[in-house]
């Protein structure tokens, strides 16, 4: 007899919006994002992500040089 198998567990989506990104930070990092760093994770990320792939953003976005994170003119 085989072993039944797990059903695959999905991961549910949220907004990536600046009030969840606001609040990842502060639970992860004890601090807010400035609007750059918010506007990175924003479009790596797109309208919706998983909580885990948001929470790695922004802990990515601190370690990263602050030329990579800001849009020039």
Known sequence: MKPA???AVREAKITVSESNI????????SQKLVS???QYVQRNLGTTASQ???DAQVLAVRKLPWAAI???D
Request: no cysteine.
């Open 22 to 29: 606001t609040k990842a930070a502060i639970r992860l990092l």
């Open 36 to 38: 750059n760093e918010v």
């Open 5 to 7: 198998k797990k059903p």
């Open 70 to 72: 800001v849009i020039s």
């Open 52 to 54: 885990n792939d948001l």
